[in-house]
C-alpha cells in the first residue's frame, strides 16, 4: 500500500505562483511513477504532469512553460506552478503507480483569482 498527502494548495491572484508537494509513504519502493491529476468542476479529472524513476516527464499542453514537476526523493514530488491563471483552479490530486496499482491522495484545493 501506498499513502499520499499533498499540501500547497490555496488561493493566489493571477499570474502569481504556488509550490505543491506530495509525500509517499508505506510500500514506496514499489512506485514507478508519481504525477498531478486536477479536477475542475464538471470536468474530468486529467494529466497535469508526470514524472519516472528514471527522471522523464510528461506535461499537459495547457502547463507547458508554466508548470514544472520534480522529484527530489524517492518518496517527494513537488509542482511548481508559475504564471498561474484561472483556468487553472481546481482540485489537484497526487498520484503513484506501481506495477500492479494505481494509488490516489486526498486532493487540495487551488484557486486563481483575476
Known amino acids: 500500500q501506498v499513502q499520499l498527502v499533498e499540501s500547497g494548495g490555496g488561493l493566489v491572484q493571477a499570474g502569481g505562483s504556488l509550490r505543491l508537494s506530495c509525500a509517499a509513504s508505506?510500500?514506496?519502493?514499489?512506485?514507478?511513477?508519481m504525477g498531478w491529476y486536477r479536477q475542475a468542476p464538471g470536468k474530468q479529472r486529467e494529466l497535469v504532469a508526470a514524472?519516472?524513476?528514471?527522471?522523464?516527464t510528461n506535461y499537459a499542453d495547457s502547463v507547458k512553460g508554466r508548470f514544472t514537476i520534480s522529484r527530489d526523493t524517492k518518496n517527494t514530488v513537488y509542482l511548481q506552478m508559475n504564471s498561474l491563471k484561472p483556468e487553472d483552479t481546481a482540485v489537484y490530486y497526487c498520484?503513484?503507480?506501481?506495477?500492479?496499482?494505481?494509488?490516489w491522495g486526498q486532493g487540495t484545493q487551488v484557486t486563481v483569482a483575476s
Open positions: 498520484n503513484a503507480r506501481t506495477q500492479f496499482f494505481v494509488y
Open positions: 508505506g510500500t514506496i519502493f514499489s512506485i514507478n511513477a
Open positions: 514524472i519516472t524513476n528514471g527522471g522523464s
